[in-house]
Protein backbone atom coordinates (compact mmCIF):
# COMPACT_ATOMS: atom_id res chain seq x y z
CA UNK A 1 0.00 0.00 0.00
CA UNK A 2 1.56 3.84 -0.71
CA UNK A 3 0.54 5.65 2.31
CA UNK A 4 -0.24 9.05 2.07
CA UNK A 5 1.07 10.44 5.28
CA UNK A 6 4.37 13.40 3.66
CA UNK A 7 2.28 15.59 1.65
CA UNK A 8 5.12 14.99 -1.22
CA UNK A 9 3.53 11.87 -1.84
CA UNK A 10 0.24 12.99 -2.53
CA UNK A 11 0.03 12.31 -6.00
CA UNK A 12 -1.87 9.92 -7.50
CA UNK A 13 1.76 8.05 -9.49
CA UNK A 14 2.20 7.34 -6.00
CA UNK A 15 -1.17 5.68 -5.35
CA UNK A 16 -2.20 2.28 -5.57
CA UNK A 17 -4.18 1.34 -8.35
CA UNK A 18 -6.81 -0.95 -8.78
CA UNK A 19 -6.57 -4.23 -10.33
CA UNK A 20 -9.70 -3.98 -12.68
CA UNK A 21 -8.03 -4.16 -16.10
CA UNK A 22 -9.63 -5.15 -19.40
CA UNK A 23 -9.89 -9.40 -19.99
CA UNK A 24 -8.15 -10.58 -23.41
CA UNK A 25 -9.76 -14.21 -23.32
CA UNK A 26 -11.57 -13.21 -26.58
CA UNK A 27 -9.00 -12.26 -29.03
CA UNK A 28 -9.98 -13.32 -32.98
CA UNK A 29 -7.89 -15.41 -34.81
CA UNK A 30 -5.70 -14.29 -37.66
CA UNK A 31 -4.96 -15.87 -40.91
CA UNK A 32 -1.26 -17.83 -41.38
CA UNK A 33 -0.64 -17.18 -44.25
CA UNK A 34 2.57 -15.05 -44.13
CA UNK A 35 5.68 -16.27 -45.92
CA UNK A 36 8.64 -17.79 -44.29
CA UNK A 37 10.49 -13.97 -45.21
CA UNK A 38 7.96 -12.04 -43.31
CA UNK A 39 8.43 -15.17 -40.02
CA UNK A 40 12.31 -15.14 -40.39
CA UNK A 41 11.84 -11.07 -40.20
CA UNK A 42 10.04 -11.21 -36.97
CA UNK A 43 12.00 -13.70 -34.81
CA UNK A 44 15.70 -11.43 -36.15
CA UNK A 45 13.99 -8.43 -34.27
CA UNK A 46 12.44 -10.60 -31.42
CA UNK A 47 16.16 -11.98 -30.85
CA UNK A 48 17.46 -8.28 -31.58
CA UNK A 49 15.41 -6.96 -28.81
CA UNK A 50 16.16 -9.35 -26.20
CA UNK A 51 19.73 -9.34 -26.92
CA UNK A 52 19.72 -5.27 -26.18
CA UNK A 53 20.78 -4.24 -22.96
CA UNK A 54 17.35 -3.19 -20.62
CA UNK A 55 15.94 0.23 -21.12
CA UNK A 56 16.82 2.28 -17.85
CA UNK A 57 14.76 5.63 -16.81
CA UNK A 58 16.17 8.00 -19.79
CA UNK A 59 15.29 5.60 -22.49
CA UNK A 60 11.55 4.62 -21.12
CA UNK A 61 10.83 8.35 -19.24
CA UNK A 62 9.85 6.61 -16.19
CA UNK A 63 10.62 6.92 -12.25
CA UNK A 64 13.41 4.07 -10.77
CA UNK A 65 14.50 3.65 -7.29
CA UNK A 66 17.72 4.27 -8.29
CA UNK A 67 17.31 7.22 -10.13
CA UNK A 68 15.41 8.49 -6.87
CA UNK A 69 18.42 8.13 -5.08
CA UNK A 70 20.23 9.79 -7.14
CA UNK A 71 18.21 12.62 -6.73
CA UNK A 72 17.83 12.34 -3.09
CA UNK A 73 22.27 12.27 -3.11
CA UNK A 74 22.01 15.19 -5.65
CA UNK A 75 19.15 17.12 -3.18
CA UNK A 76 21.26 16.78 0.40
CA UNK A 77 24.47 17.60 -1.34
CA UNK A 78 22.83 21.10 -2.13
CA UNK A 79 21.61 21.29 1.39
CA UNK A 80 24.71 20.44 2.64
CA UNK A 81 26.83 23.66 0.87
CA UNK A 82 23.93 25.94 1.95
CA UNK A 83 24.44 24.43 5.59
CA UNK A 84 27.73 25.49 5.65
CA UNK A 85 26.47 29.51 4.92
CA UNK A 86 23.84 29.39 7.05
CA UNK A 87 27.04 28.28 9.98
CA UNK A 88 29.28 30.50 8.91
CA UNK A 89 26.24 33.71 8.79
CA UNK A 90 24.80 32.75 12.23
CA UNK A 91 28.30 32.47 13.23
CA UNK A 92 29.90 35.62 12.13
CA UNK A 93 29.03 38.40 14.50
CA UNK A 94 30.50 36.10 17.34
CA UNK A 95 33.51 38.31 18.66
CA UNK A 96 34.59 38.75 21.69
CA UNK A 97 33.14 41.96 22.21
CA UNK A 98 29.50 40.33 21.36
CA UNK A 99 29.48 36.82 21.86
CA UNK A 100 26.33 35.91 20.71
CA UNK A 101 25.27 34.63 16.78
CA UNK A 102 22.47 35.56 14.95
CA UNK A 103 19.19 34.26 14.38
CA UNK A 104 18.83 35.76 10.58
CA UNK A 105 19.65 33.02 8.99
CA UNK A 106 17.58 30.48 10.66
CA UNK A 107 14.37 32.92 10.31
CA UNK A 108 14.81 33.15 6.95
CA UNK A 109 15.22 29.69 6.26
CA UNK A 110 12.85 28.52 7.92
CA UNK A 111 10.03 30.91 5.99
CA UNK A 112 11.81 30.15 3.31
CA UNK A 113 11.91 26.51 3.14
CA UNK A 114 7.91 26.62 4.50
CA UNK A 115 6.72 28.40 1.41
CA UNK A 116 8.91 26.55 -1.51
CA UNK A 117 7.36 23.18 0.32
CA UNK A 118 4.31 24.47 0.17
CA UNK A 119 4.43 25.67 -3.82
CA UNK A 120 6.22 22.62 -4.31
CA UNK A 121 3.12 20.18 -2.61
CA UNK A 122 0.50 22.24 -4.12
CA UNK A 123 2.09 22.88 -7.80
CA UNK A 124 3.09 18.96 -7.89
CA UNK A 125 -0.16 17.88 -9.56
CA UNK A 126 -0.03 20.29 -12.26
CA UNK A 127 3.62 20.46 -12.98
CA UNK A 128 7.00 19.39 -11.33
CA UNK A 129 9.38 22.19 -11.35
CA UNK A 130 12.97 20.83 -10.14
CA UNK A 131 13.94 24.45 -9.71
CA UNK A 132 11.38 24.66 -7.09
CA UNK A 133 12.92 21.67 -4.94
CA UNK A 134 16.61 22.90 -5.38
CA UNK A 135 15.14 26.08 -3.96
CA UNK A 136 13.67 24.21 -0.52
CA UNK A 137 16.83 22.47 -0.43
CA UNK A 138 18.69 25.40 -0.50
CA UNK A 139 16.46 27.09 2.11
CA UNK A 140 16.05 24.06 3.92
CA UNK A 141 20.19 23.64 4.01
CA UNK A 142 20.52 27.73 5.58
CA UNK A 143 17.79 26.41 8.26
CA UNK A 144 19.63 23.67 9.43
CA UNK A 145 22.88 25.01 8.99
CA UNK A 146 21.77 27.61 10.87
CA UNK A 147 20.11 25.65 13.53
CA UNK A 148 23.04 23.10 13.97
CA UNK A 149 25.12 25.92 14.65
CA UNK A 150 23.09 27.87 17.31
CA UNK A 151 22.78 24.51 19.38
CA UNK A 152 26.72 24.36 18.84
CA UNK A 153 27.85 26.97 20.36
CA UNK A 154 25.33 26.18 23.56
CA UNK A 155 26.40 22.48 24.06
CA UNK A 156 29.42 22.04 22.03
CA UNK A 157 29.58 18.55 20.08
CA UNK A 158 25.92 18.43 20.05
CA UNK A 159 25.44 18.55 16.05
CA UNK A 160 28.06 15.41 15.49
CA UNK A 161 26.09 13.51 18.07
CA UNK A 162 22.51 14.48 16.61
CA UNK A 163 23.73 13.50 12.74
CA UNK A 164 25.40 10.20 13.92
CA UNK A 165 22.18 9.44 15.32
CA UNK A 166 20.17 10.82 12.08
CA UNK A 167 22.32 8.41 10.30
CA UNK A 168 21.73 5.40 12.38
CA UNK A 169 17.95 6.02 12.01
CA UNK A 170 18.09 6.25 8.58
CA UNK A 171 20.23 3.44 7.76
CA UNK A 172 18.31 0.84 10.26
CA UNK A 173 14.94 2.09 8.57
CA UNK A 174 16.66 1.52 5.19
CA UNK A 175 17.92 -1.99 5.57
CA UNK A 176 14.92 -3.16 7.90
CA UNK A 177 12.77 -1.89 4.78
CA UNK A 178 14.80 -3.20 1.97
CA UNK A 179 15.01 -6.91 3.78
CA UNK A 180 11.18 -7.16 4.57
CA UNK A 181 10.72 -6.90 7.96
CA UNK A 182 9.13 -3.63 7.87
CA UNK A 183 6.32 -2.61 5.76
CA UNK A 184 3.55 0.11 5.88
CA UNK A 185 0.13 -1.28 7.17
CA UNK A 186 -2.97 0.02 7.25
CA UNK A 187 -3.51 0.07 10.70
CA UNK A 188 -0.44 1.40 11.79
CA UNK A 189 -0.95 4.33 9.14
CA UNK A 190 -3.82 5.38 10.77
CA UNK A 191 -2.38 5.32 14.51
CA UNK A 192 0.55 7.27 13.06
CA UNK A 193 -1.83 10.21 11.35
CA UNK A 194 -3.79 10.57 14.67
CA UNK A 195 -0.32 10.71 16.80
CA UNK A 196 0.97 13.01 13.95
CA UNK A 197 -2.31 15.65 14.36
CA UNK A 198 -2.07 14.92 18.48
CA UNK A 199 1.98 16.24 17.92
CA UNK A 200 0.99 19.15 15.46
CA UNK A 201 -1.21 20.35 18.09
CA UNK A 202 1.06 20.12 21.13
CA UNK A 203 3.83 21.70 19.15
CA UNK A 204 1.92 24.77 17.84
CA UNK A 205 0.28 24.80 21.97
CA UNK A 206 3.89 25.40 23.07
CA UNK A 207 5.25 27.53 20.23
CA UNK A 208 2.60 29.98 21.17
CA UNK A 209 3.32 29.42 25.05
CA UNK A 210 6.83 30.13 24.36
CA UNK A 211 6.27 33.01 22.08
CA UNK A 212 4.40 34.58 25.39
CA UNK A 213 6.66 34.02 27.70
CA UNK A 214 5.97 30.54 29.40
CA UNK A 215 9.27 28.34 29.60
CA UNK A 216 7.85 25.35 31.12
CA UNK A 217 10.44 24.72 34.43
CA UNK A 218 13.33 27.31 33.55
CA UNK A 219 13.49 25.64 30.09
CA UNK A 220 14.01 27.23 26.59
CA UNK A 221 11.90 24.64 25.18
CA UNK A 222 8.55 25.49 27.04
CA UNK A 223 6.38 22.61 27.76
CA UNK A 224 9.35 20.50 26.24
CA UNK A 225 11.46 21.43 29.45
CA UNK A 226 8.55 20.33 32.17
CA UNK A 227 9.39 17.11 33.87
CA UNK A 228 6.96 14.17 34.28
CA UNK A 229 8.40 11.48 37.48
CA UNK A 230 12.14 13.84 36.81
CA UNK A 231 11.68 12.92 33.26
CA UNK A 232 11.99 15.79 30.58
CA UNK A 233 8.85 15.82 28.95
CA UNK A 234 10.82 16.76 25.46
CA UNK A 235 12.90 13.61 25.98
CA UNK A 236 9.63 11.35 26.29
CA UNK A 237 8.13 13.40 23.56
CA UNK A 238 11.18 12.93 21.22
CA UNK A 239 11.33 9.31 21.36
CA UNK A 240 7.90 8.56 20.39
CA UNK A 241 8.61 11.60 17.61
CA UNK A 242 11.47 10.17 16.32
CA UNK A 243 9.72 6.67 16.26
CA UNK A 244 7.12 8.42 14.24
CA UNK A 245 9.72 9.66 12.03
CA UNK A 246 11.57 6.58 11.29
CA UNK A 247 7.70 5.05 9.92
CA UNK A 248 7.44 8.18 8.20
CA UNK A 249 10.39 6.85 6.31
CA UNK A 250 9.26 3.60 5.48
CA UNK A 251 6.04 5.12 4.61
CA UNK A 252 8.15 7.30 2.01
CA UNK A 253 9.73 3.99 0.58
CA UNK A 254 6.92 2.51 0.42
CA UNK A 255 5.26 5.17 -1.67
CA UNK A 256 8.68 5.36 -4.26
CA UNK A 257 8.19 1.88 -4.80
CA UNK A 258 4.82 2.23 -5.24
CA UNK A 259 5.08 5.20 -7.69
CA UNK A 260 7.79 2.91 -9.93
CA UNK A 261 5.78 0.09 -9.79
CA UNK A 262 2.13 2.63 -11.45
CA UNK A 263 4.68 3.50 -14.11
CA UNK A 264 4.88 7.36 -12.76
CA UNK A 265 6.84 9.66 -15.17
CA UNK A 266 10.38 10.08 -14.12
CA UNK A 267 10.17 13.67 -13.04
CA UNK A 268 8.03 11.98 -9.75
CA UNK A 269 11.86 10.94 -9.06
CA UNK A 270 12.16 14.63 -7.76
CA UNK A 271 9.45 14.09 -5.83
CA UNK A 272 10.11 10.85 -4.25
CA UNK A 273 13.30 12.72 -2.95
CA UNK A 274 11.84 15.88 -1.85
CA UNK A 275 9.64 13.39 0.40
CA UNK A 276 12.74 11.92 2.13
CA UNK A 277 14.61 14.97 2.61
CA UNK A 278 11.66 16.63 4.22
CA UNK A 279 11.22 13.16 6.21
CA UNK A 280 14.82 13.40 7.17
CA UNK A 281 15.24 17.10 8.45
CA UNK A 282 12.20 16.60 10.35
CA UNK A 283 14.47 13.64 12.00
CA UNK A 284 17.65 15.45 12.76
CA UNK A 285 16.12 18.37 14.29
CA UNK A 286 13.90 16.16 16.55
CA UNK A 287 17.08 14.22 17.86
CA UNK A 288 18.99 17.87 18.12
CA UNK A 289 16.40 19.12 19.86
CA UNK A 290 16.29 15.71 22.20
CA UNK A 291 20.05 16.01 22.93
CA UNK A 292 19.77 19.40 23.73
CA UNK A 293 17.02 18.62 26.50
CA UNK A 294 19.45 15.80 27.74
CA UNK A 295 22.30 18.04 27.79
CA UNK A 296 20.32 20.96 29.49
CA UNK A 297 19.25 18.96 32.21
CA UNK A 298 22.88 17.65 32.91
Known amino acids: MAAGNNPAFNNPAFQEKGASRAGFGTQTSYATTSSAATDAAVNAQLEGAYAAPSAGAIETGRMTVEDTLLKTVGLF ?14 MAPVTAASPYPTMVPWIVGALGGFVMAMVVIFGSRKKIRPALI ?72 NLVMVMFGFTGSGGPFGLYSMEVFG ?41 GAFGIMVTVVWLYIEILRILAILRGSN
Open 77 to 90: AILLVTAVAGWMWT
Open 231 to 271: IPLGLIIGVLVVIMAAYSLVLDFDSIQQGVRNGAPRQFAWM
Open 134 to 205: WGYAAFEGLFVGSISAYFEFIWPGIVVQASLATLAVVGVTLALFASGKVRASKKATKVFMVAMIGYLVFSLI
